[in-house]
């Protein structure tokens, strides 16, 4: 007769695969808002790379309570969420340089691949977060609020009113290319 496997090991187990599959995830400090960043999954923890080039870390640093939540790859709806503590890791160290290879590999677009390890290691800081207990919403325990929030403030504006010249203009071209 085999043993029934814990809810502890359920837990890992979802927090695990969920965070593999899933290329984005929210991290959220407490009585902050939360923060979309692409991520890698090494060794039991989230490790994420930022500033110096890449994503905006924002006011993630080292020794924080966290909560990371991570949606679903096929529906993008949210699957987990679990609390987390933020460990900054030093660069060249078996950890980094663990957590750096598995980051490159989700980097996309980099211009400098062959030098970005050097380059994350002058400028940029590598995060990890380990989860800590259960996860705090999972399916069958997910809350009952909407979770929307305001747009962050942001100096960016939408466009004016195209000037009323404008149509006749684009129009006029196309009618003396014909």
Known sequence: MTAEPSAELLDRALIEEAAKKSGLLWVRRDGGRDQALWHAWVDQAVVVVGDG?????GGLDADMDVVVTVRSRDKW???VAFRARTE???PQTEAWQAA???LKGKRLNALDHDAISDRWAAQARVLRMAPLG????HPGAMPDVAHSATPAPTGATTREPIPAALPKLVLGRKRRRS
């Open 134 to 137: 259960l996860s705090v919403e």
């Open 53 to 57: 080039g890449e994503q905006p870390l």
């Open 88 to 90: 900054l890791l030093a």
């Open 77 to 79: 709806g949210r699957l």
């Open 100 to 102: 750096v290879e598995e």
